[in-house]
């Protein structure tokens, strides 16, 4: 099947007329009961509340039929077998299956891409191991103690989403047990993370697809050095989830050794070893297979074709509608809960790099807008801050809100006949309401004027089996979208420039170092005047 380009597809047309008059909440300013019910979505215990969106009946089946054009559930379901979807057809490109699903396709009898499965399944049973041996006393310290701690070293993919579900998920951690993140070049991030922390009882988990990534690989070279300044031997403590023949496929440096593959995405890579060590200490095993589980369910539910029964693909078709049609820049996801703090961190890099792409995927230019931007914080602290100009700004900025039924902690109090879990959802549903039906006034600073297009993803309560679902659920509304807009969501080419010149700059640093009356006589273009200019080469 030949990808085509958004604005080709016949119902593109159908889209643009509807867009001139979507439905407008400011004839009544109220969202009707039925409506409310009408506009519903149900699936892997999530609920998706759509009627606060600008759409009716006839803008659901337009996009039902963009979706059936441009067989989105089709690539869904042919990326999940192992095609190589990572390319650009006849340029020089990554040439990669995305098979970040067979992570989590090890407990279906048939999966999907049974050799991507199966390596998965052998990395599950080393993690078992490990953490069964952490367990048992089997691997102690030098003096015989448990460990207690664990530093996660790693950047970007291999950073944001474990980072997010570590969040998402202490209020499930084995007591006694914490992780800490060290990612930034900035010696600062190590520096604050390595004060106050045991060392003797801290294990190192350094995540690193490539193995060559330089902030992971300084980092790593710092914290063996703070270890061996303690007496304390590395190896004893460090641990390494990299590609297979990475430069850090070195396992005699590394207590254990993990893989990730080739074909998972760095940042669709939290439910692999890259995410799966780390949570698992946390969590236990249990904790890591239940994310697994819930992310499961989402994959197979999601190769639904009607969009009304599919929450990612209606989730991506809504996205699309407000971005393309009603012409909207960007989105906020607004998590009302405290778990999700690093959520929207997380999704921005799943989102902005996968779908922040101005070429199709035969290399042409596109004619539409692809990727928004994607920004949040969790509720209700950003109504004290930012939503003043959500409700009342001169840009429309359509809402993604996140909220759940019951609290993690089940630690909550009545105060005037409401708990504070009540008062969070209180919070968001009123203003999911409010965005969309805005108010009139006859002061014109009390007018609101409504029709800003949002939604409500909820579920019962944040597990690590809600959490594996809420993940999948937007790998896959992207990966949706990324097919919608004709892009490839899989590659990264846009960090590279600024990553070459980086280097460039740090040569000349070194230079610097090695011969003091080196003074940048190099060819123009190479960065040497902007060093200068900056200051940074004043010793
Ligand atoms: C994600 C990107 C990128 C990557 C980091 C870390 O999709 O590829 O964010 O995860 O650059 O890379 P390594 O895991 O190779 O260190």
């Known amino acids: 099947m030949n990808p085509v380009d958004l604005d080709k597809h016949p119902s593109f047309a159908l889209l643009k007329e ?26 892997a215990g999530f609920d998706l509340l759509y009627s606060t969106q600008r759409i009716d009946d006839d803008v659901l089946d337009a996009l039902q039929a963009l979706a059936d054009e441009c067989r989105v559930t089709e690539q869904f379901k042919t990326m999940k077998s192992g095609a190589v979807m990572n390319r650009i057809e006849g340029f020089d490109s990554e040439n990669r299956q995305v098979l970040h699903t067979a992570t989590r396709d090890v407990f279906s009898d048939s999966p999907a891409e049974p050799n991507a499965a199966g390596q998965a399944v052998k990395e599950l049973q080393k993690l078992r191991l490990f953490l069964a041996d952490l367990q048992s006393g089997a691997i102690v310290n030098k003096n015989g103690e448990a460990f207690t701690d664990m530093v996660q070293v790693g950047i970007g993919g291999s950073d944001l989403g474990p980072r997010a579900l570590y969040h998402a998920l202490s209020a499930f951690k084995i007591s006694g047990r914490r992780v800490h993140f060290i990612s930034n070049v900035d010696p600062d991030d190590a520096a604050s993370v390595l004060k106050g922390l045991d060392l003797s009882r801290t294990l190192v988990n350094v995540v690193s697809k490539s193995g060559s990534t330089l902030e992971t690989l300084t980092n790593e070279e710092l914290v063996r050095e703070a270890y061996k300044r303690e007496g304390l031997e590395p190896q004893q403590h460090f641990v390494a989830v990299t590609g297979e023949g990475s430069p850090m496929d070195n396992p005699e440096s590394y207590l254990r050794s993990f893989y990730m593959f080739d074909y998972i995405g760095g940042r669709y890579s939290a439910t692999s070893m890259v995410g799966g060590v780390m949570l698992g200490f946390a969590l236990g095993y249990q904790g890591v297979e239940d994310i697994l589980r819930g992310a499961a369910e989402v994959d197979a539910a999601a190769e639904e074709k009607d969009i009304r029964k599919n929450i990612p693909l209606l989730m991506a078709l ?76 001169t840009t429309v900025i359509p809402v993604e809100f996140i909220g759940f039924r019951k609290s993690q902690y089940d630690n909550d109090i009545l105060i005037k006949e409401t708990s504070s879990q009540e008062k969070l959802l209180a919070n968001l549903l009123a203003q999911s309401l409010a965005l969309a039906t805005g108010q009139e006034h006859e002061n014109p600073n009390k007018r609101f004027p409504g029709n800003r297009p949002n939604s409500v993803l909820m579920a019962d309560r944040l597990t690590p089996g809600s959490m594996g679902a809420l993940l999948a659920l937007y790998e896959a509304k992207i990966a949706f979208q990324g097919f919608l807009w004709n892009i490839n969501s899989f590659d990264q080419e846009g960090v590279q420039l600024g990553k070459k010149l980086a280097n460039q700059l740090l040569d ?26 900056s200051g940074a080469l004043k010793r």
Not at 23 to 32: D, E, G, I, K
Not at 354 to 372: C, F
């Open 18 to 43: 509807l867009a001139q008059a979507p439905f407008n909440f400011a004839s009544s300013r109220v969202v009707a009961a039925d409506r409310i019910k009408k506009y519903v979505s149900s699936m």
């Open 508 to 533: 000349h640093f070194a230079a610097r170092r090695k011969d003091n009356t080196y003074d940048g006589n190099v060819p123009d273009g190479s960065g040497w005047a902007l060093l200068q200019a």
């Open 318 to 393: 809504l996205g699309v509608w407000n971005h393309n049609f009603l012409n909207c820049e960007t989105v906020a996801v607004l998590p009302y809960s405290q778990g999700l703090i690093r959520f929207t961190a997380h999704l921005q890099q799943c989102d902005m790099e996968s779908n922040g792409k101005s070429i199709n995927r035969q290399g042409a230019d596109l004619s539409y807008q692809s990727g928004p931007i994607v920004w949040g914080e969790p509720g209700t602290n950003g109504q004290h801050a930012f939503y003043q100009l959500i409700h009342q700004g």
